[in-house]
């Protein structure tokens, strides 16, 4: 009977979770390249500042926003970023896109965009996702 109950509420639990539109604070992702990525990278250094695949989800997480805090200009896909500007890039279309990015070591980066959520069994996918890999801005 117990067990019964807890399967219950575990099911009631997943339909709220599924019915409930997703909600967030910011459409922002952010990321920051940190002041001296440049000249660590120059002194042999392999630092990663950012991820090789950054996931947005369109209506949700849709814009990409790169704060540039290094002492010299950075490159993100066609974008001259100088020392203390940002890039806000908005993503209208589902797809998975490569830029050039001068601060990834590799040069190279993947934005993977995905549907807005629409059926039940996405949203409580994308909230469980989120609820294990939150946004970074959230953690600062």
């Given at each position: 009977m117990r067990l019964l109950g807890i399967a219950a509420g575990v099911a009631a639990a997943l339909g709220c979770i599924g019915l409930v539109p997703i909600q967030t604070a910011s459409?922002?992702?952010?990321?920051e390249i940190p002041k001296g990525t440049w000249a660590r990278r120059m002194s042999g250094d392999k630092v990663e500042i950012l991820p090789d695949h950054i996931r947005l989800t369109?209506?949700?997480r849709d814009i990409l926003v790169l704060r540039n805090h290094d002492d010299v200009p950075q490159i993100f896909g066609p974008t001259l970023m100088m020392p203390g500007q940002s890039f806000r890039l908005p993503f209208e279309r589902a797809s998975e896109y490569q830029f050039a990015c001068t601060a990834h070591a590799s040069g190279q980066m993947t934005i993977v965009v995905e549907p807005n959520p629409a059926t039940p069994w996405a949203r409580?996918?994308?909230?469980?996702?989120?609820?294990?890999?939150?946004p970074r801005w959230l953690s600062r």
């Open positions: 459409r922002d992702e952010i990321f369109l209506g949700l409580i996918a994308w909230r469980v996702r989120d609820m294990l890999h939150p």
